[in-house]
């Protein structure tokens, strides 16, 4: 078990578990861990828009340079740049402090290695031995103690390199966009390349004050930007969370269009275009049973993995899959990115639109989705999924539901809850067979 890391970096409610001293330990250990040669190191830090990144901040910043690592600061920064930025740039490490979709108290860091890609656990392993250590001998001499510094024009930088996923040629001339920043990293950036790309464009959410991200706004709670679309008469509206990298889409009619949805327009679109490494697309046990069944009829593979866009990613480099995500939102496309990245998954849908001249509704609408419940049930201690009641539970449910159906139950990665998520053709069944485990695991969890 891993103390602190956990399946997207380190989370946790700000100046109770993401507390200065655990940030100068981060930027210690990790500076150590990732030093490689003579030359001198550098970290880009990026940071979502709340008010705690200031503190996370400066306590990595004295932890990278005590170790003697320069550290370049690029502000607030989409999740999804700072990782184009460390290769970029040459780093040897990214940083980006975000929780994420999480309300404003919490925060958190992850960590990208110089090609990127964030972590593997070992080497969040390591990390987390090197914070657990005195490390006052390996801290750096006087002299040769890192540098920090402000960075100017990386927002142009990573606008740039979105509107260049589009392909050559194509600009979004002519459509009227709602995009709803989360009042979060991506408040300037989105809008911009938006408009720099000929769009009309409508933002909210692009106001952060420290305490108001992804508050009633963002990519977990579409509400606003849904009657937006409808009260502007927009043709799509992009909705996205507090550090960008996962987006969910609002048609022209105001109906949400989730990760699966996107994912069947892009596979289809790349298909088609000779444009997919491999005839198939990684996704998790969470999306539908309806993508699965569309991608078959198309000659494509569903591949599932566990939870998290970590786990998508990994079996995608393993296997060469350039195309995967998540139901949320996460949408890798890693001919460009090595994270999910919210507005460059919003552009290739975009580019379906325009060389299409179909609505969004019609694009977005590949499968219909089966029924799919998801409930949770919170415990206080223990492990709930190894009691014997609940074993036959689970196995009484995945018989009722046959060959039609699905039964995924698992652990938060991030909290004391049990998710219990059945999804098949007949809603009441699916409703019945969830609600029967849900109760069992409660009993037991009382």
């Known amino acids: 078990m891993r103390k602190h890391f956990g399946t997207d970096g380190i989370r946790g409610r700000a100046n109770v578990t993401i507390t200065p001293e655990l940030a100068l330990r981060v930027g210690q250990a990790a500076g150590l861990a990732f030093q490689r040669g003579d030359h001198r190191h550098r970290v880009v830090i990026g940071k979502d828009t709340r008010l705690s990144g200031y503190m996370i901040e400066n306590a990595l910043v004295a932890g990278f340079t005590s170790v003697g690592m320069d550290t370049l600061l690029l502000g607030p920064m989409p999740t999804p740049a700072v990782a184009m930025l460390t290769r970029s740039m040459r780093a040897d490490l990214g940083v980006m402090i975000s929780a994420s979709h999480n309300p404003f108290e919490d925060n958190g860091i992850k960590l990208f290695g110089p090609d990127g890609f964030k972590l593997s656990d070992e080497v969040e392993r390591r990390i987390e031995k090197l914070m657990g250590v005195d490390l006052t001998k390996r801290l750096a001499e006087p002299a040769a103690l890192g540098r920090a510094k402000r960075v100017e024009g990386v927002q142009a930088r990573y606008v740039e390199f979105a509107k260049r996923t589009l392909p050559r040629g194509l600009n979004l001339d002519g459509l009227r966009i709602v995009v709803d920043c989360a009042n979060g990293a991506a408040y300037k950036v ?18 952060p004050d420290g305490m108001n991200i992804n508050r009633e706004l963002g990519s977990t709670a579409p509400d606003a930007l849904m009657a937006k679309v409808r009260e502007l008469r927009g043709d799509i ?17 105001a109906q949400l269009v989730d990760g699966d949805q996107l994912m069947a327009v892009i596979a289809k ?5 000779g444009r997919l490494a491999r005839p198939g697309v990684v996704a998790t046990v969470m999306s539908n049973l309806g993508l699965e069944r569309y991608l078959g009829d198309l000659g494509l593979e569903l591949v599932r993995t566990a939870v998290g866009d970590r786990y998508v990613l990994e079996r995608m480099r393993e296997h060469g899959y350039n195309l995967g995500g998540e139901q949320s939102g996460h949408i890798i496309l890693s001919d460009y990115t090595t994270t999910g990245d919210g507005l460059v998954a919003a552009l290739q849908l975009l580019a379906v639109v325009k060389t299409s001249g179909r609505p969004v509704s019609e694009i977005c609408h590949s499968f219909e989705p089966l029924p799919q419940i998801l409930k949770n049930v919170r415990y206080a201690s223990g492990e709930p999924l190894d009691d014997a009641r ?24 991030t909290e004391p809850v049990i998710r219990v998520m059945g999804e098949g053709d007949d809603r009441d069944l699916v409703l019945k067979v969830v609600d029967s485990i849900v109760e069992t695991v409660g009993r037991v969890a009382a």
């Open 190 to 207: 989105a809008p911009d390349a938006l408009w720099e790309l000929g769009a009309e464009v409508f933002a909210i959410g692009d106001a």
């Open 269 to 273: 679109s790349w298909r088609d275009d």
């Open 390 to 413: 609940v074993v036959t539970a689970i196995e009484e449910g995945r018989k009722t539901l046959g060959t039609g159906g699905r039964l995924v139950i698992r652990p938060s990665g």
């Open 237 to 253: 509206g992009i909705a996205l969370d507090g550090d960008a990298d996962r987006v969910i889409i609002v048609d022209e009619k």
